[in-house]
């Protein structure tokens, strides 16, 4: 490409690239080479290119031309020629030079300069979040280095998940229709080339070109120069450059395709890092849009088991009666109880949890029936209970498997007359409240060996909802992750979008013996110490160590089974009649799997 260097008095030198059939240089702004010099007329010279000379000739009859120290009023210029324009001083060039960046010391090298002008360009394109900002900024910088006069960036259209045909995203004096098919797929046999290829291409004279001369574009636009170049992202092409000019051939040379390519490389990883930001974005939105179909107040879940859970729990929340919430350790418990009393009638009033297996026996009755001053010792004034502090609400009793039978009796009664006695006084007081329990413990099996009191039992337990655990709610999990990731992201400030595809099915393999709590943990953990915007599987510590062993099909299908009928006999509160005719199977298949479940419940019945 032809060029012009403008030597000012102060400063350093400024290039002009000659790229049109007719070029203006004057003191004017309008003029295509646009020079500050008081010695210039403000139209003082055009540079026609006849397609294969370049010629100068004066605009205004005072204007003054001066080439190699010789006045003239047209001349034919060669490389190397010193051009003087009244006191402007300019030399020609016949060869494509990079643009010098301002301030490279003289003798630098082009390549370097021209790198260095492609850093520039990468710093704006890392300010930029926005995929179509980045497209627009990046085929302006290719333009501007290369001394392209169109130019078009195509990227790989992947919406569907499946498609790997390209859709122009950025268009610079581009008619679409030229590399583009009715269909909108692109049909340019150029751009075909460097996808199959992967590699850069330059066409110097493309209208004459024997292998892309009848190219769409080429022959659209009637293009004398192209370069493509292929944007690459772990070897797969995610899109492509494409440069051209409708004026010069030979325009582009091997050194300016090697900085293409270079420069795309480093577009490639701004642009991916933008779409996968982009995609997180798209996630998070889908995200909560599937929880507002999937959300049940505050508890998420959509399989089955859940659906059965909400369908109870809507109908016996607006209703007095006890519920027993069972379920692993980590599955929710407190959480269903909450949503119990948040759609009661009970929801103005007060919502207090005990935690039975927290106390110490000598003070649980204490803490649930509160203390006159003097009871004991260390009683030094009146405190009202955990019954007394929840009148007018609900009482959630949790880990009830743990309280001792002392306590039970007690228990038991304060529920029956709904009438409770301080420790150290002999008044009864009256409390208007709603009770509900929760165990991760079989509570028919405890009350089989007697360590849990079985009227006790029947009170607690007029309704039963049971939570099943994460490893049997599927897709949930997934769900679930993605929420406690961005629920605990923003709060600890992490720097984390979402999960990397291994993440996630190392997710959807592991057993969470913890279940919900224990993902809650690891998610905590991640966020806490990765620093990339991806959490690993081994951010969660879900290595394949980790994940539950490959087991023989047989064997997977047996402990499916029992753990399906033990679902089913839990649900039916132990009754295996119930259980194997709901099951449509004989009840010795009950009583065959219960043989091989030593805590499984038991409650024989027709």
């Known amino acids: 490409m032809a060029m012009l260097r403008y030597f000012p008095a102060e400063g350093a030198p400024r290039l002009f690239a000659i790229h049109k059939p007719v070029t203006t240089i004057g003191s004017g702004e309008g003029n295509d080479v646009h020079i500050d010099d008081r010695g210039l007329f403000e139209h003082h010279a055009q540079v026609v290119f006849t397609g294969r000379d370049f010629q100068i000739e004066e605009l205004d009859r005072n204007a003054e031309i001066t080439i190699n120290g010789k006045k003239k009023r047209r001349a034919r210029l060669v490389d190397g020629d010193r051009v003087s324009l009244g006191s402007a001083h300019l030399g020609f060039s016949m060869f494509s030079e990079l643009p010098r960046v301002h301030g490279t010391p003289p003798g630098q090298s082009n390549e370097i300069a021209g790198l260095r002008k492609l850093f520039q360009f990468s710093e704006r394109l890392m300010t930029s979040r926005s995929v179509d ?17 169109r ?22 004096n581009v008619q679409r229709s030229a590399i583009e098919d009715a269909s909108g797929a692109i049909s340019d046999s150029i751009v075909r080339h460097v996808v199959e290829t992967k590699r ?33 992202s772990q070897g797969d092409v995610i899109g492509v450059l494409y440069v051209g000019n409708d004026e010069i051939k030979h325009l582009f040379v091997r050194s300016q395709l090697d900085l293409l390519f270079i420069f795309a490389g480093q577009a490639s990883l701004i642009l991916q890092n933008a779409m996968l930001l982009t995609a997180l974005r798209e996630d998070k939105q889908k995200l909560t849009k599937e929880l507002s179909d999937k959300r049940f107040g505050e508890i998420i879940g959509a399989c089955p088991s859940m659906l059965e859970v909400f369908r109870k729990l809507e109908k016996v929340a607006g209703t007095d009666i006890s519920v027993l919430v069972t379920g692993e350790t980590g599955t929710g418990k407190e959480l269903i109880a909450h949503e119990l009393h948040t759609r009661s009638n009970r929801s103005s009033g007060p919502f207090v ?10 003070l649980i009755e204490s803490e649930l029936f509160g203390h006159v001053r003097g009871a004991f010792t260390g009683a030094v004034a009146s405190r009202p209970g955990k019954f007394q502090q929840a009148n007018g609400g609900t009482l959630f009793l949790d880990e009830i498997g743990e309280l001792a039978l002392p306590l039970q009796v007690k228990l038991l009664r304060a529920l029956q007359e709904r009438v409770v ?24 099996e405890m009350v089989r060996e007697g360590t849990f009191r079985e009227d006790l039992y029947y009170r607690l337990n007029v309704v039963n909802l049971w ?33 990397s595809p291994a993440a996630l099915t190392a997710i959807r393999k ?5 279940n919900i709590r224990q993902l809650e943990n690891r998610v905590k953990k991640g966020l806490v110490l990765c620093d990339r915007s991806l959490l690993s599987a081994e951010d ?60 499984a419940p038991g409650k024989a019945g027709t």
């Open 200 to 232: 850069p291409l330059i066409v110097s004279d493309a209208l004459n070109d024997t292998t892309f001369g009848k190219s769409e574009s080429v022959v659209a636009l009637q293009l004398s120069s192209v370069m493509c170049a292929p944007l690459l």
């Open 540 to 599: 969660l510590d879900l290595t394949e160590e980790a994940q539950s062993p490959i087991v023989p099909l047989e064997k997977a299908k047996e402990d499916f089974q029992r753990r399906y009928v033990m679902e089913v006999l839990e649900r039916n509160n132990g009754n295996r009649t119930q259980t194997a005719r709901d099951l449509g199977v004989d009840p010795r298949t009950i009583f065959r799997y219960l043989e091989r479940e030593p805590s």
């Open 421 to 444: 006695y301080r420790v150290g006084d002999s008044k009864p007081e009256r409390c208007d409240i709603r009770v509900i329990a929760a165990t991760n413990r079989n509570l028919e």
């Open 353 to 362: 949890t005990v935690n039975c297996g927290a106390i110490p026996e000598n």
């Open 151 to 172: 130019g078009a960036v195509l990227m790989v259209d992947s919406s569907d998940g499946a498609s790997t045909e390209l859709r122009l995203r950025a268009l610079r």
């Open 510 to 514: 592991y057993p969470w013996p913890g």
């Open 467 to 499: 939570l099943p655990p994460l490893r049997e709610r599927g897709e949930d999990t997934f769900i679930i992750a993605k929420a406690l990731l961005a629920k605990y992201a923003d709060e600890l400030g992490s720097p984390v979008k979402g999960f």
């Open 133 to 149: 900002d980045l497209l627009e900024l990046l085929l302006d910088g290719v333009i501007e280095v290369t001394g392209a006069g």
